[in-house]
């Protein structure tokens, strides 16, 4: 298990911006994959993007274009931009290889 703490949201008008940050302790995860997830209420969790140990990226296409992961050392960043009621959700980073989840950050984003 690896500890995740998750921070950075908040709520926010449509159109805005909010940067949201996970850290992982406990080891050096330069080779894992670092994703980010959500979970609107009432619906299941839904993988968002990920960043691997190389720098690759990949995003649904709800957000493409809108949003930005990046990482450096054990932490990951979700950069929001142009946000929409829609992207309302707890979002929470994983690792790969580990079974774990942080508690999330909560984004609400007002029309």
């Known amino acids: 298990q690896v500890p995740l703490v998750e921070s950075g949201g908040g709520l926010v008008q449509a159109g805005g911006s909010l940067r949201l940050s996970c850290a992982a302790s406990?080891?050096?995860?330069?080779?894992?994959?670092f994703s980010w997830y959500r979970q609107a209420p009432g619906k299941q969790r839904e993988w968002v993007a990920h960043v691997g140990g190389g720098g690759g990226t990949a995003y649904t296409d709800a957000v493409k274009g809108r949003f930005t992961i990046s990482r450096a050392k054990n932490t990951v960043y979700l950069q929001m931009n142009s946000l929409k009621p829609e992207d309302t959700a707890v979002y929470y980073c994983?690792?790969?290889?580990?079974?774990?989840w942080g508690q999330g950050t909560q984004v609400t984003v007002s029309s």
């Open positions: 406990g080891s050096t995860f330069s080779f894992n994959t």
């Open positions: 994983r690792v790969s290889g580990f079974d774990s």
